[in-house]
Structure formats: structure tokens, C-alpha cells
């Protein structure tokens, strides 16, 4: 059973509302109120793992943070999972968000902390009018704090046109990451550093790049390409201390790891076989996943793997301006799950019917819930021909301002889409 839910911004009353996003079936404007449904889940997501700077979504705590999209711009909102409200994390209700006096103008990526603040990577240019026209006085570049309950905002970082960022481990206020730094050549020449996000002291703990994959246990989990080493997070003078040596046989770029917290998982693009290596040091072992092409990543709670699966399918062909095939082609056609052992495999949703044409982009998984942001096709004439236009979006582009979620059920393989729309009640 399908539902469509209205969710709120309340931030946004005073602006104007805009058209609503495309969805399955119609919503009915005389409808009032909110059918949200939430049912909570004992199934634990692992809280420990890195993340990454992102536009997309992120489950943390019993939110769902995504990309408002306003003005062009990343304004970071947030879905409350319990009470189905939204609001921007720019909490002042007069803001249009699009000028330098809002708190989280220029965001391009953020990151969500777990007390509620997120870390806002903001770039964009001042600029003054000149006899000569308009031209630019200063250029920002910085990641800020932004604690939207009390709107305070501190700077954490500033850095040039050059930024390097990967995975990150915050552990309470604490945040591991590698550090920003170059020669006169260019070349990155820093470290792993920590970050006192409450006083902003940075400090370099060991020279050289290394990959940060999650803590546990209040120590930070990390590798240098060959073997994998953890660290005390607190430690005034913090020692590498080898966990599992020659287990990671030198991580390429497009390598993703994923942990319940009892292993950890490695995958890699265009690759079926996942690496599971136990975190106590037992035996390593292998699980063959049929992923979909293009879309090899787990998503993980302590019970459950998820994944995307299926063959690639043809729509219809294409006659868009720059697509890069002339047929419209889908990854997997459907959402699975497995134990962490591999067993129990079984599907959760299938895209089809109304669904048949979504694809998500952005997902997160939140205790029994996928959420996403997503793709779809729309064929107005019903001639099995794509053209310019027919791909839609659920966030603000082709010419709207809404931003739609799809919401799967991973019990009852429900999929129910949310739509929230500026200046509605």
C-alpha cells in the first residue's frame, strides 16, 4: 500500500509557495494534516563509521538531513523521523537564505553532527558595485559550526581555493580528519590532525595520509593502505596501535568499507565480492553480493546489509542533448537485504509499476526505513522515446523549488513518498 505525505516547512510561511514536484499519484490540495506514520526499529544503524562532506543525505539521531536546494544553493534541512516535520537548519523564519546574512549562505556540503549542529563547508564571493560594474571584494572559503537551536555559528576552518576532504571520524566534539595543507609546488604535504570543535585547536598526530574508517570503543580506526591501525581519540599523545596488519593490500580510491561495529566490510567498484575482516582479529572472509552495476555500496545496520540488485534495464531510447546513450538505460531494479553472514537473502522492494522509472540517488538508511532522493522518467506521448525535459528529479531542478523523499519500509516493503513543499501549513 502506497501513501503520499504533505510535510510542512515552517520556516518558510512568510515566502510564497511554489508548484509541487511530480509524484506517482495526485495529492489532493483540500487534504489537511499529516498521515505520517513512524515505527521504530530495534535494529540498530552503527553510529561509529566516517562520513563523508555531502549535499546528500545523512541519518543521524532520529533525523534525516538533505539539501533544501534554495537559491541555488545547499540549505541544509532536516526531517524529524518521530514528528515527520521539516525545517531548514537556518532557523530564522524571516530568511531567504540567499544572501551573505544567512547563516548558511554559500553551503556547498555539509556534515551533521550527532548533538544536532552540522559542520557547513561555505563558499562564495562578496561582492560591491564599482563604477566599472560589479566586482568581487572577497572570496570565502571555510567550514563553520552552525548550532541551528540557539543560531550560533563559529569558524572552524579557512582555507584557499584548494581544499583536500575525505572520511571523517567525530567522535563527541572531537573531529579526525586529514589536514589542508600544501607546498609551494602544489603537492598535499600534511597529516592526520584532530580538531577541537569547541575551541577550534588543531593538532597534527602523524605525518602522512591515512584512511579513516570509524571508531569503537572510544578509539579511532584507520589505514595507511597496507594494514589497519586504531588510536585513542582522547590521548593527550596519541601511538598507532596495529589491529590488523596486511589486510588491506594498498586501498584504491573507489574502495568503500562499512561496519556494524563487529566487522568490517570492503567493497569495490565493478566487484561482486565483499571482504568482511573481523575487528577482534579472527579470520577474514568473503560474501558474494549481486550488486548493481553501478552501485556497489552496503548499507548497514547491526542486523542487516542492504543493497541495490538486478539487472540493468532499457526504458526507451533516448533523444536527449548530451545524454551519453542513445537508450535510456536503469541500474538494479531492486532494493535487497542479507545477514551479515550472507544468509536470509530476500527482497525488500522492487521498482515497478508506477515505480518502474525511479532510481534513487542520495539513500540513507534509518533503523527500519531507506530514504532518498531520486530520479525518475516521465513519457508524455507513451511513444517509448525520452527527449529533453522527460528526466525529473525529486530535489529542485527542471523548474520547480519542492523537494520530494521516497521512503521504503524494509519490514513491509511499503514505499511512500514525501513531499515538501515551501509555504504550506
Not at 88 to 105: G, I, M
Not at 319 to 343: K, M
Not at 396 to 419: K, M, W, Y
Request: aromatic share 12%; proline share 4%.
Amino acid at each position: 500500500m502506497k501513501k503520499l505525505f504533505l510535510v510542512s516547512l515552517a520556516a518558510l510561511l512568510l515566502l510564497p509557495s511554489c508548484a509541487e514536484s511530480p509524484a506517482p499519484s495526485a495529492y489532493d490540495p483540500g487534504e489537511t494534516g499529516s498521515d505520517w506514520v513512524y515505527l521504530p526499529s530495534d535494529d540498530r544503524v552503527y553510529e561509529g563509521s566516517c562520513r563523508n562532506f555531502s549535499s546528500g543525505l545523512q541519518a543521524v539521531g532520529d533525523y534525516v538531513y538533505f539539501d533544501g536546494g534554495w537559491g541555488g544553493y545547499v540549505v541544509p534541512a532536516r526531517l524529524n523521523c518521530t514528528t515527520g516535520n521539516v525545517t531548514w537548519l537556518c532557523s530564522d523564519p524571516l530568511c531567504a537564505h540567499d544572501t551573505p546574512e544567512c547563516s548558511l549562505y554559500g553551503t556547498r556540503d555539509f556534515l551533521a553532527l550527532d548533538d544536532g549542529s552540522i559542520l557547513a563547508l561555505r563558499q562564495y564571493a562578496v561582492t560591491e558595485m564599482t563604477l566599472s560594474g560589479l566586482e568581487v571584494a572577497d572570496r570565502v572559503h571555510e567550514i563553520v559550526r552552525f548550532e541551528p537551536d540557539t543560531r550560533r555559528r563559529s569558524v572552524v576552518e579557512e582555507f584557499g581555493d584548494r581544499l583536500s576532504l575525505g572520511p571523517e571520524v567525530i567522535v563527541g566534539n572531537l573531529r579526525f580528519c586529514n589536514s589542508n595543507v600544501y607546498d609551494e609546488e602544489g603537492s598535499w604535504v600534511g597529516g592526520l590532525e584532530r580538531m577541537d570543535l569547541s575551541s577550534g585547536k588543531t593538532e597534527q598526530l602523524f605525518e602522512g595520509w591515512y584512511t579513516l574508517l570509524f571508531h569503537r570503543d572510544g578509539r579511532v580506526w584507520v589505514s595507511d593502505g597496507v594494514g589497519f591501525f586504531s588510536f585513542e581519540a582522547e590521548a593527550d599523545s596519541p601511538v598507532l596501535r596495529l589491529e590488523l596488519e596486511g589486510k588491506s593490500a594498498i586501498l584504491p580510491e573507489h574502495t568503500r568499507f562499512a561496519t556494524e561495529g563487529t566487522n568490517l566490510y570492503i567493497t569495490e567498484h565493478e566487484n561482486n565480492t565483499v571482504r568482511v575482516l573481523p575487528l577482534d582479529g579472527g579470520e577474514e572472509r568473503s560474501l558474494t553480493i549481486d550488486f548493481a552495476d553501478y552501485n556497489y555500496i552496503l548499507y548497514m545496520t547491526e542486523n542487516w546489509l542492504y543493497y541495490f540488485s538486478g539487472e540493468t534495464t532499457v526504458l526507451g531510447k533516448a533523444r536527449v542533448g548530451g545524454y551519453a546513450s542513445d537508450r535510456v538505460e536503469l541500474y538494479g531494479t531492486e532494493f535487497r537485504r542479507c545477514r551479515p553472514d550472507g544468509s536470509e537473502d530476500e527482497r525488500v522492494f522492487r521498482f515497478e509499476g508506477e515505480y518502474a522509472s525511479f532510481r534513487p540517488i542520495d539513500v540513507a538508511v534509518a533503523g527500519r526505513y531507506l530514504f532518498c532522493t531520486y530520479s525518475w522518467w516521465e513519457d508524455p506521448d507513451g511513444d517509448g522515446v525520452y527527449r529533453d525535459g522527460d528526466n525529473r528529479y525529486s530535489f529542485p531542478v527542471n523548474g520547480h523549488d519542492n523537494c520530494s523523499l521516497l521512503r521504503i519500509d524494509c519490514e513491509t516493503g511499503e514505499a511512500e513518498i514525501i513531499t515538501i513543499r515551501e509555504g504550506t501549513k
